[in-house]
């Protein structure tokens, strides 16, 4: 690839001075990344384990604020990452960075972007291996690519699940659209502290990492919520074959969550419609709910049980607590 | 991640529109990649050998020309990546895309860029395992993840020349950075069979696969020429701890080439700095001559032997026929 232009200043840094003195650190730790100083990386793959790669991407005013700090703007693009590793079962291994930065983004913002990098590989237990890096007249474009491993044999998919396999999900739901709805200025009167859980789980979401090396042997099928828990229970139901009733009433929302809700109740529906939550949306034969219970506390993760998959003549439903349907309509339901 | 709006018309594809009708069959003979109906593809590592990965990015107006054919900027992207997996001695398997398409891509264009990589999938062997689709309100961006195989032990790196080795480079130099001027109308009177070539060698570069793959247990060291014969060969001497002495007159020049610098011999540099040529430039040790040349006649490739490598104390330098030492700086070549 022609490289861009060298720097034009002090605060402009070029593709290699980005490489070599900001980025190439986060590769201290992975020995087949070689200080980002060759053509590829190297893997070495562990034996009785398959490779698990995903990818994905975010666009600055598409899938981030521009003004969102840049360590958190690190964070979530590898956290939506290693969500869809969690999900599957895999351990995370290492990822690829491909940054395109705008002309006039400084070496003050790349720096804090890999911080917050740093920040999460330690806490991930994650290496830099390789990336690229560009320069574009539009606007911040990332992508990554998380490589994980999971036992031979023992993926999570999204089909899988038979009927009368309850349904769960981890954490809490909601949190992260009304975190948005926070950070647009939408949700008046909230105290500071609500204000900034909310804000938190929008910017920088928790990838349930620990428990979802723990869904092998335990989930038929999982996927995270990343759409909307409605949308996702959809593509789960569509892999599985199956149909699905939610208990409105039993999604988890977190306190904060609440706080926000009585002040806007009109906001109710995106417990279930609202995307960016990046927990864990997984079906348990019924057998199982003791080990789905240990490996929560295991993980400390909190887990709750949600409804229940159904033949695929049933449809996708959702009923409130006296056992009456809720329009999905209202619950920001698509099919695709 | 939230999906993008849906499609708002019959030429405006959505999310799920492109990745299930236009690029799922690319996926079609990948287990693992489970018709790109799931959060994360599986990937098994044959036994014996290591995981090699590389990634590049690709801007349009940056990277490649805005009118480009979709085709060709669909090769583009994926043969640049498999020649870092050539030069590294590595059999490619599989890619995850990422693609940022601006609001008004349509459809009809998406699917010749998808034609292009299943052209590509037939030749080079891969296959499409993942990816991301986003919207930006900026200008077309691509990149693309590829995954390949090396036997255990034996990758190809850029450091680990010996000084003695003779330098080595396969296919022809500058006719990448010549088709561009061709692209750009900038050199007149070439005849149209050259201009083709030329403009073909920019457009859709051709990585060095079958020979790659042969260069473990040959070659001391390998890149592939991307950012110009001599900045590259900075590259291999700076991590192999070498000099090198460049026989300028032994680099190897296609006929349409040729034909171009006749016209327009102050372009002649191109030749020693010109990017994107995407051969492989590699060291051997002389005993291994017989064996560099029978892997080029089996893969059908032509290499030339350009210099020697020399102790670092040497520097990296370049001669004429007479052995005159030519200025550097003439060559394109750049410190970094």
Redesign the interface.
Known sequence: ????AGADGRDRPGE?EIIGDIFAPLAAGAP?A?GL?????????TSGF??????????A???FLPDDPPESIAKKLLR?NLS??A??G?VPRGY?L?T?FPADIDTGWIRRFAEGLAADQARYGVTL????T??????L?L?L?A??E?P?GR?V???GAQAGDDLYVTGTLGDAALGLAVLKNEIAGLDAAHAAFLAGRYREPEPRTTFGQRLPGIAHAA??V??GLMADLG?LCS?SGLGAQVEFHRLPVSEAGRAALELHPELSDLVASG??DYEILFAVPPGRAGLADAAAAESGVRIARIGTLLPAGKGVTAVDEAGREIPLKRLGYRH?
């Open positions: 690839m022609t490289p861009p290699f087949g070689w100083k060759d053509d590829a990386a190297l893997f070495h793959p398959e490779t698990v790669l995903t990818v994905d991407a975010m666009v005013g598409v899938h939506v869809d590793l999900a599957k895999a690829l491909v395109s291996w390789g990336g690229d560009v320069k574009t007249p539009g606007p474009t992508s690519t490589i994980g999971v031979e993926i998919r999204r089909g996927l995270d990343s759409d593509h892999a995307g960016d695709f």
